[in-house]
């Protein structure tokens, strides 16, 4: 599987401000997928970002609030924007397999905590 | 809405036991399944996937997948400590959008 790097790892942020998450892979790839994971829930999907055009966004998140960059196939960002408690969650990455199968990977994940 | 379901638990196994985690999930066109194992405080890793009902089996893990009863579980042979951690099933979406459960939380006691 692909190598995925997030930065920042860990973070205690403000409320009211915003944090951009870096994501890189050491392999070209189509899509990279942006995750949450709020405290003690699952994994649920933000959008998914494809090189040279806008990411896809799921229902309940707006670009406004998580504007995505996809400058090209091994990296991506994340912002949080006007962040408030309730953004407090684990950020992951998370790319397509070269397996056999549909799988995705994720990265070590960004642990965001905001005051 | 598609939805993934799993019993949160914790489930608790002796050392040595089988530990039997269960997921049903409501799409019944959904094709490909996926178990991730996550320990606290990292990330989700990939244990093992499946397409096709019946069983599959990778060292100590077994994944079974009944598309009928809309059901798919994963055993694991020989519980571990090391094996204590959070399972998520996870069903593909559409194009590589995965939908997960809740998780199940796997003690396994010494």
């Known amino acids: 599987s692909a190598v995925i790097s997030q930065k920042p790892s860990r973070d205690i942020c403000q409320r009211g401000t915003s944090l951009t998450i870096q994501c890189q892979v050491d392999s070209q790839v189509t899509m990279m997928f942006w995750y949450r994971q709020q405290p003690g829930q699952s994994l649920t999907l933000i959008a998914t970002?494809?090189?040279?055009?806008?990411?896809?966004?799921e229902s309940g998140f707006v670009i406004d609030k998580f504007p995505i960059s996809r400058p090209n196939l091994t990296f991506s960002t994340l912002t949080v924007s006007n962040m408030s408690p309730e953004d407090s969650s684990i950020y992951l990455c998370?790319?397509?397999?070269?397996?056999?199968?549909?799988?995705?990977?994720f990265g070590e994940g960004s642990w965001l905590t905001v005051v | 809405q598609k939805e993934v379901e799993q019993n949160s638990g914790p489930l608790s196994v002796p050392e040595g036991a089988i530990a039997s985690l269960n997921c049903t999930y409501s799409d019944r066109g959904s094709q490909s399944f996926f178990w991730y194992r996550q320990y606290s405080g990292k990330s989700p890793e990939l244990i093992m996937f499946?397409?096709?009902?019946g069983d599959k089996e990778d060292g100590r893990f077994t994944a079974q997948l009944n598309k009928a009863s809309q059901y798919v579980s994963l055993l694991i042979r020989d519980s571990q400590p090391s094996d204590s951690a959070t399972y998520l099933c996870?069903?593909?979406?559409?194009?590589?959008?995965?939908?997960f459960g809740p998780g199940t939380r796997l003690s396994v006691l010494p």
């Open positions: 499946i397409y096709s009902n």
């Open positions: 970002a494809n090189q040279g055009s806008e990411a896809t966004y």
């Open positions: 998370s790319v397509p397999g070269h397996d056999s199968g549909n799988t995705i990977y």
């Open positions: 996870a069903v593909e979406d559409y194009g590589q959008n995965f939908v």
